[in-house]
């Protein structure tokens, strides 16, 4: 028993990374967001079902004009959102947008959805979760998001992300 104490430790040890609860630390969680977005120096690849946070695209929208390019992929029924900010960060050079519906489900007209919440930050950092980067997730829901600087996982993101990136269409 204490061989596998010690084994749990030690992966928590390897994989350590920063762990919010919102809303109770949207506080702290929203300042690391910042804080990793503001500090970016070259990529950040985005994919959530939904971005309707003002304040995290204007952090974007300056990452983007210090030259760092942004790619980011949205559930196609997200543009449906009244306060989507794909219009507002279409605007800017350096951000592609991408909208992508989930795979068609089998004899329904319906398709399952972009459900995956991550930010991929010099290819170096992650961010995921359950929060999509809305007012909502930070304020009023229960959520969770995690960071982590492992260069091997977001090696894994990004190769997954690429995947997805094919199926998408641009805005």
Not at 81 to 95: C, D, T, V
Not at 103 to 111: G, P, S
């Amino acid at each position: 028993m204490k061989k596998v104490a010690l084994l749990w430790l030690l992966g928590l040890a390897l994989f350590a990374g920063e762990l919010y609860f919102m809303p109770y630390e949207s506080r702290e969680a929203t300042k690391k967001l910042y804080h990793w977005i503001d500090t970016a120096h070259s990529t950040i690849d985005i994919s959530m079902f939904m971005f309707t946070n003002k304040a995290i695209a204007k952090r974007i929208k300056n990452a983007a004009k210090r030259g760092v390019k942004v790619r980011i992929i949205l559930d196609r029924e997200s543009t449906k959102e009244r306060y989507s900010q794909l219009p507002y960060l279409a605007k800017y050079r350096n951000i592609d947008l991408y909208l992508i519906k989930g795979k068609k489900i089998r004899h329904r007209e319906r398709h399952g959805h972009m459900h995956i919440k991550i930010a991929i930050i010099d290819r170096r950092r992650l961010i995921f979760g359950s929060a999509n980067w809305t007012n909502s997730a930070f304020r009023y829901n229960y959520e969770l998001i995690y960071f982590l600087d492992d260069i091997p996982a977001a090696k894994k993101a990004t190769k997954y992300f690429e995947r997805i990136l094919r199926d998408a269409e641009p805005y």
